[in-house]
């Protein structure tokens, strides 16, 4: 296998760059409509979910800065870290979206919303 030649190495940068944008991009959409809900609604939990987005990015921007291959910071526990971490994430996200989902179901139906239905 040969290696690859100094314009090959400049495109894969490029598209490096390109990907960490959107990927960029994508988060701070997903955090922003992850804030209005928190801001817009009163459910209890909300700050929990909004919460997990920010671990979320904040884990990604993490990794993106470590050089995206956890490999080589944290060796073969690697896989465990990134197990964690995720795990972490979704427990506080699952605890939010339950409290909300559960203020939804004990709120009563008022008349008008029982005629709509």
Known sequence: MRPPTPAEVDQLATISAVSFVLGFLAFMLIVGAAL??????QLPGRWAVFLSFILLFVWWASVQFMGGDLEVTFGPLALL????????IALVFA???????LAVLKQRVTKVASNEA
């Open 95 to 101: 605890f939010g979206y339950l409290r909300m989902s």
């Open 36 to 41: 209005v809900v928190a801001i817009k609604t």
């Open 81 to 88: 870290v990134t197990y964690t971490m995720y795990s972490a």
